[in-house]
């Protein structure tokens, strides 16, 4: 069912002003994320008509933007993704583990984007294999599936990986399995210290080879001095690693997968209402304890807009990313050989390469089969239903 209010209308509403009073300031990336929400399930876009087989019910059916931020649009992209993982999943406890960056260089990351966060994986996921792979800690090479997320629950500047890790993993030598603790993967005051350490350093080389840009108040962060001493603070800060308790099972981790890695930055459930005071939605306040921690938040539609844009991602940039026994080419060669070790068998082979293209819902009249009667193109109608015909449609046109 369609929310009350979705960020589709949002921009549909406020969008031009915001253009018109934000020229020059906005990507052409930004442009169009909000032109494709504008116009994601409309005419404008094309679609198709369905008519019911058994009962003659019709509906119309517009087609979807599939922009990678749009908050419709994630649902079947997720399930297809969560098919495709669902046969790497082993019969261990999985957990997870999060890494964030210091309030400090997320400042630098929001104008550095692809530099930063690309930099975010890879010093997060060298951290995790490093510490596992020492035989002090764990002494394997283990599986790692990573997903950026850069916002807070009020849509603020947050950038953070999130991270699904298999409790343990194969031996240097590749002859046996080796299983972490029940409740215990890695100790994360090491995690912390190790990716602080690999962050900054790096991060560092990425100013002296001249990659990173400053603007407006940190304009000044482009003289070496100035940047170091920006960085003075958080050389003695705890960098935040968190890691959960692992999941009940691998129908746990699935469910998980499936709000964390096609997720945007607010959903439209999430929305309550829309009207001159601007737009109000439900945010978690961590700040407060249980029950309390829901909370209401109302900013201009202006400010709404600002901030939901800031987490539109570069061009071409990869949110989800896998490594280790996970990694590339090599990754159904590493799962096959972790089962042998476990001694569990692998699961029957599915065919995922002739699926119907027909994932309409059945008609929610009868339940019987709906079938395509009509397509039309962008920005045109289908013809109208026959004259007497309920919007609904009681008979095929």
Same mark, same amino acid.
């Given at each position: ?180 603790? /029940?409740? =215990?993967?890695? #100790?994360?005051? %090491? *995690?912390?210290? !190790?990716? @602080? ?47 959960? /308790?692992? =999941?009940?099972? #691998?129908?746990? %981790? *699935?469910?998980? !997968?499936? @709000? ?138």
């Amino acid at each position: 069912m369609r929310a009350s209010i979705e960020v589709a209308d949002i921009f549909r509403t406020a969008g031009p002003a915001f253009r018109a009073a934000h020229a020059g300031h906005l990507t052409l990336q930004q442009l169009k994320v909000m032109s494709a929400i504008e116009h994601c399930r409309t005419a404008a876009l094309g679609g198709h008509v369905e008519a019911c087989e058994d009962c003659g019910q019709w509906r119309i059916a517009y087609n979807s933007c599939r922009n990678r931020h749009c908050p419709k649009c994630q649902g079947a992209a997720a399930r297809t993704w969560l098919a495709e993982r669902e046969a790497d999943l082993l019969p261990v406890g999985y957990f997870h583990v999060v890494f964030t960056l210091p309030a400090e260089v997320a400042a630098i990351a929001f104008h550095n984007k692809a530099a930063v966060y690309d930099l975010l994986f890879k010093a997060a996921s060298e951290t995790m294999l490093t510490i596992a792979a020492d035989p002090k800690h764990l002494g394997a090479r283990i599986g790692i599936t990573a997903v950026l997320h850069t916002w807070g629950s009020a849509m603020t500047h947050h950038p953070h990986v999130h991270m699904i890790v298999p409790g343990g993993g194969i031996a240097p030598d590749g002859s046996r399995w080796i299983s972490s603790r /029940p409740a =215990f993967l890695l #100790p994360v005051r %090491v *995690l912390g210290k !190790l990716f @602080r350490r690999l962050f900054l350093s790096r991060v560092i080389a990425l100013h002296d080879a001249g990659r990173l840009a400053f603007f407006g108040a940190i304009a000044h962060l482009a003289q070496r001095r100035a940047f170091l001493r920006h960085l003075s603070p958080v050389r003695k800060k705890r960098w935040v690693v968190y890691a959960k /308790p692992p =999941f009940a099972g #691998p129908e746990a %981790v *699935l469910a998980y !997968l499936s @709000r964390y890695t096609h997720r945007v930055a607010i959903s439209n459930s999430r929305l309550i209402r829309l009207d001159e005071s601007g737009v109000t939605f439900r945010y978690k306040d961590y700040r407060r304890p249980g029950a309390d921690r829901q909370q209401l938040m109302t900013l201009t539609t202006d400010e709404f807009i600002r901030r939901f844009l800031l987490h539109v991602l570069p061009r071409g940039f990869h949110r989800i990313r896998h490594y280790g026994l996970l990694a590339g080419s090599a990754r159904k060669a590493s799962i096959a050989r972790a089962r042998e070790l476990l001694n569990v068998a692998a699961p029957p082979e599915t065919d995922t390469s002739e699926e119907p293209a027909d994932f309409h819902p059945s008609c929610p009249c009868c339940g019987g089969r709906m079938i395509v009667i009509e397509v039309f193109e962008r920005w045109r109608q289908p013809r109208g239903p026959p004259h007497g015909s309920p919007s609904t449609g009681s008979s095929t046109p």
